[in-house]
């Protein structure tokens, strides 16, 4: 994986292609999970790492369970959830589900 602040271009599965910026890779039970920061300043997406790939997190428990390490990390202890809703998460600069993949 890249340093925090490098480019990375993810393919979709429409072909489109979409710029981040490498956040942090954050490991949370034992698995990777890549927090992911797109160009257009839109809140950070939350990607699981497997092996050479990222794989949006979609299941509610999971990200969840990310969200709240994170939280619980003292560098960003000024992140927050807010909402009850699946479709309106907001953590720090507010999550939301965005086209399948959670966001922060």
């Given at each position: 994986?890249?340093?925090r ?8 599965e ?5 710029e981040f ?5 954050v ?14 300043e839109?809140p950070?997406e ?5 092996g050479?790939t990222?794989v949006?997190?979609e299941d509610?428990?999971?990200?969840r369970?990310?969200a709240?390490?994170?939280e619980?990390?003292?560098e960003?202890?000024d992140?927050e959830i ?9 953590l720090g ?7 399948g993949r959670?966001?922060?």
């Open positions: 994986m890249t340093e602040g490098e480019a990375i271009t993810l393919l979709d429409n072909g489109t292609t979409h910026n490498l956040v942090d890779i490991e949370v039970d034992g698995q990777r999970y890549a927090i992911l920061q797109p160009e257009n839109e950070a939350v990607f699981r790492v497997e050479d990222l949006a997190v509610e428990v999971e990200f369970r990310v709240a390490a994170i619980e990390t003292e960003y202890d992140v807010v909402g009850d809703e699946a479709s309106d998460k907001r600069g507010g999550t939301k589900q965005n086209g959670r966001v922060m």
